[in-house]
């Protein structure tokens, strides 16, 4: 649902991997890198840490947008825990596009440690396809909402 | 800001920060004697917003568009397409005063490249 | 309920400058267990940490929020702040609000807002935390060196001189890595050989040093302090025990097609050989793609003439395991493929060569026997080209983003060497810059323009085109002259980039330990933990880290020592106790966790479950604790949601998405 408020800003919640993504991020902030303030980072220890659960939370709540950050495949400080992301992520995303949440909603992207410039980018690409989208309603919980 | 030198940017899609200053355009170019303004020369002068020079310069029609500095610059930085870009820019500016095919025959002399004038043609046809 | 306390780090001005910091400690008051919230300029110094201290006594503290830098610099100092102040260590939170808040947002509004964000997602996982302790490990006091470089030789030579037992790893049949294929180093023209054999022989002489040479790594599994690792060493077919390294059957070998590897492939060697006179071991090995016995089982020239029968036909490769407590990468570089730059007619000139095989030229046991000669023609070349940054410093995809660092000071040295040796030839060096960072590396550059006359040019070459008469005709640049060049030379050689070693990936992939864009191993901390991988107990030395020269690598060899020594020097290691837990009343036995754990940490037991009064034996998932890394696969492949991450718990990070999204 676009919106023409220009004052509109989306939700958006970053899980990232505490070995890969999240140090990405911190040298994206180290390098001082920016992107939006919408974007709020939840720190799992693997990618494979995040439960569907979590993610269904997120758009109940009111997220417009959520992204699952890991290392990149065969980088798992883990060996594959980005391996069972990935799958169970191409699962319920598409589960997720059935729904009404769109496709744009939710990325999986892989950023190591190194990748502080990717990070950046990859954050403000997806939020700013979320604002294209506009706010996220189809699985918002009604009693949430003041 | 000079609006010209933005022009030249978007046009070329270049970006002459992105430049290291190691001259390779210059070292590959074929018609390097043939020029006032050097290839290198071309990045900084976008670079200082001296449009005026450029557009003013022989290089701009001695550039043969054969890119081999586009292809071997080790930094995308692509001076061919900023000399076609600025070649560009002083056509439009011009007034579109494009070529036609007729009028090519009274153009051709032995000093001019055939390529340039293909080049020019294909571009800048009315 | 806990009691929570929250403590805002101003960061000097890095926070406080783009967060109202102020405004954070008032909305963080509010929140409901928040018993104490103060700021402070900086929390890590004693004194912020004694405020942390002061607040836990006074109020009685359960729980502490500390919004500050990523928890990945100070979240350990914290937790000892805590547990000196008397709490679990494990009852801390960072709200990140320096990385990943005021250093990437510019107003202050909106960084405050979402920095009262992170703060509120943190009070709200604390509130759900639950002490921990940490277990314990063994350490096996051994260290495994991947490589046999002079970064592995020399970290190898340091761990063992502090009396722990090493082993190194070497791919090829010799250690002594690119470091042996040298001639002379710079700045000071030293040998490489007469300084680089004494280290070999020392480390072969090592009573705590075992050298796995014509090995490969297999299979690493475990964890820090407990690697274990599987190691193949591949046929040699020659017993190592007997041999005495006698020479003859590489003279006598009837195979010579196969190229030198060690001489870059400029000339050729036996099917029998050992890579260079002074191998260690000074064993040869038979290259099974080459020897005629093992292709055809007609031959057998070499056995014929040992005169101690130490060629043995029927060896195969041979895997062994061994335990170690500490892994040291040395994985070291090669020079870059050149397919890509056709313009330098690499591939169609023998002339042209990269300045490694400069390096073989002019070594006496090189393919010219040290003599600087054409390949081609065998002619003395009297006019030699050098190009800097072949391949370092490109954005694009024929090349390296990076600067190869030692390039220019090598170049320099080969342009030295030579107009030393021969007056009469000619040294014109293209450069883009030349960088000589380093102690008397820019006098020694200079040395070589003021004393020796090596002619450098500010520009690069465009194009080197091979001549009939056999002369290559190079067109350049000289910028300061606003010229362009063409020159006709008799040699031309390129500063070829280096790469890291193109094993490295499948080696920090079963390290798991993390590996740049460009295969560069990435180390803990860009500036503070420098030699360190990521992964606990792997570490880094050499070129495999970033592109450096000998003495640079040297020094962080011998500081991988120091923090090889530093684990080993423990008996036990505190384990990360954020491990996965399975509630036996929930869990029905399906082994589904046991599939997806990468550790094998999780084993099934027949358990008498005392189910809110009913007594029932069950099939049950048990976590082994020190097995187990945290990774918390198994808990969302759980299918009744009866396995949870302590410290990543279902239930704190719900409570975290929630109040992000509130």
């Not at chain 3, 250690?175 to 180093?185: C, E, F, N, P, Y």
């Not at chain 3, 040699?491 to 790469?499: P, S």
């Amino acid at each position: 649902m676009p919106v023409n408020n220009e004052n509109w800003k989306p939700t958006i919640v970053a899980f990232c991997c505490n070995w890969c993504s999240y140090a990405g991020a911190d040298l994206a902030g180290s390098s001082r890198l920016a992107y939006p303030a919408d974007v709020k980072i939840i720190k799992v220890p693997c990618s494979c840490r995040v439960n569907p659960m979590f993610i269904l939370r997120a758009f109940e709540k009111g997220a417009d947008g959520v992204i699952l950050c890991g290392c990149h495949p065969g980088d798992c400080h883990y060996s594959t825990g980005n391996y069972y992301a990935r799958r169970r992520m191409t699962l319920l995303f598409s589960m997720l596009d059935y729904l009404g949440i769109e496709e744009g909603r939710t990325r999986v992207e892989w950023v190591s440690a190194a990748e502080g410039v990717k990070f950046s980018e990859t954050m403000n690409s997806f939020v700013e396809k979320v604002r294209t989208l506009g706010p996220s309603v189809r699985l918002g919980d009604l009693r949430c909402k003041n | 800001m000079s609006k010209q030198s933005e022009l030249i940017k978007e046009i070329s899609g270049v970006n002459p920060l992105k430049c290291m200053k190691c001259g390779k355009c210059s070292a590959s170019c074929p018609s390097f004697n043939e020029m006032d303004i050097k290839p290198h020369q071309f990045v900084s002068y976008v670079q200082n917003e001296d449009i005026e020079a450029l557009t003013q310069s022989k290089s701009l029609w001695k550039c043969l568009s054969c890119f081999a500095c586009v292809e071997r610059c080790p930094r995308g930085v692509k001076p061919g397409k900023l000399i076609d870009a600025a070649r560009q820019v002083l056509i439009r500016q011009r007034g579109q005063e494009g070529l036609t095919a007729n009028e090519i025959p009274a153009l051709l002399d032995d000093e001019t490249p055939q390529q340039l004038l293909m080049s020019a043609f294909r571009k800048y046809r009315r | 309920m806990q009691k929570i306390g929250v403590f805002v780090c101003h960061c000097g001005s890095n926070i406080a400058a783009t967060v109202d910091v102020k405004k954070v400690v008032e909305m963080a008051a509010k929140e409901q267990g928040v018993f104490h919230a103060e700021d402070y300029p900086y929390m890590c110094s004693e004194a912020g940490q004694s405020r942390i201290a002061a607040a836990v006594k006074e109020k009685g503290l359960t729980g502490i929020v500390v919004c500050s830098c990523s928890p990945r610099m100070h979240e350990a100092t914290f937790r000892k702040a805590a547990e000196r102040a008397g709490i679990n260590p494990y009852m801390v939170e960072i709200a990140n609000i320096r990385e990943h808040c005021s250093w990437i947002h510019k107003d202050m509004t909106e960084a405050t807002e979402k920095a009262v964000i992170l703060m509120r997602a943190a009070v709200a996982k604390v509130h759900l935390n639950a002490p921990l302790m940490a277990g314990e490990s063994r350490v096996t006091k051994r260290a495994l060196v991947i490589g046999g470089g002079i970064a592995g030789i020399q970290t190898a030579i340091d761990i063992a001189d502090a009396g722990y037992k090493v082993d190194i790893v070497e791919k090829t049949p010799s250690i002594g890595g690119r470091m042996s294929q040298l001639d002379k180093t710079f700045p000071t023209l030293d040998c490489s050989a007469c300084i680089l054999t004494p280290k070999m022989v020392e480390a072969a002489s090592h009573e705590n040093i075992t050298i796995h040479t014509w090995s490969e790594v297999e299979k690493v599994s475990g964890f820090v302090g407990n690697f274990t690792v599987d190691i193949r060493k591949k046929a040699r077919y020659v017993n190592m025990d007997k041999c005495t390294g006698c020479g003859v059957c590489q003279e006598k070998c009837p195979s010579k097609k196969p190229l030198n590897e060690f001489n870059r492939g400029l000339n050729t060697r036996t099917a029998i050989y050992t890579p260079f006179a002074q191998a260690i071991p000074n064993v040869p090995v038979i290259d099974a793609n080459s020897c005629i016995k093992l292709k055809t089982g007609k031959c057998g020239i070499c056995e014929k003439f040992c005169q101690v029968g130490a060629i043995d036909y029927t060896q195969k490769d041979e895997i062994i395991t061994e335990q170690y407590g500490a892994i040291v990468v040395a994985t070291g570089f090669d020079t870059i493929k050149l397919d890509k730059y056709g313009e330098y007619a690499y591939n169609e000139s023998k002339d042209v060569i990269t300045s490694l095989e400069l390096e073989r030229i002019m070594n006496a046991a090189g393919p010219t026997k040290g003599h600087l000669e054409r390949l081609s023609d065998g002619k003395a070349p009297k006019e030699i080209v050098f190009i800097q940054c072949v391949g370092s410093r490109c954005s694009d995809d024929r090349g390296k983003p990076y600067c190869s660092k030692i390039c220019c000071m090598y170049t320099a040295k080969h342009a030295m060497l030579i107009r030393d040796k021969y007056p009469d030839t000619n040294v014109t060096v293209f450069y883009i810059d030349v960088r000589t960072p380093g102690k008397n590396f820019d006098e020694f550059y200079r040395r070589a323009v003021e004393d020796y006359g090596v002619h450098y040019i500010k520009g690069q070459v465009g194009k080197v085109m091979p001549q009939a008469d056999g002369s290559l005709l190079v067109q350049g640049v000289d910028l300061l002259d606003n010229k362009q060049i063409l020159k006709k030379a008799d040699m031309v050689v390129l500063a070829t980039a280096i790469e890291p070693n193109p094993d490295v990936r499948k080696i920090a992939t079963m390290l798991t330990a993390s590996i740049d864009t460009n295969n560069f191993l990435t180390e803990a901390h860009p500036k503070l933990r420098p030699v360190e991988s990521p992964t606990a107990g792997v570490f880094l030395s050499g070129v495999c880290q970033g592109p450096k020269d000998i003495p640079e690598t040297v020094a962080q060899a011998g500081a991988a020592a120091v923090k090889v020594i530093g684990l080993l020097a423990k008996d036990k290691l505190k384990t990360n106790p954020c491990t996965a837990k399975s509630d036996e009343l929930l869990c029905n036995g399906c082994s589904q966790c046991a599939n997806v754990c990468p550790y094998g940490a999780i084993t099934y037991e027949e358990k008498l479950i005392n189910d809110h009064g009913i007594r029932r034996t069950s099939r049950v998932a048990v976590v082994n604790g020190a097995l187990c890394q945290g990774c918390g696969a198994c808990t969302v492949t759980c299918p009744s949601g009866a396995m949870d991450l302590q410290g990543f718990s279902n239930r704190q990070i719900l409570a975290e998405v929630d109040a992000i999204c509130r």
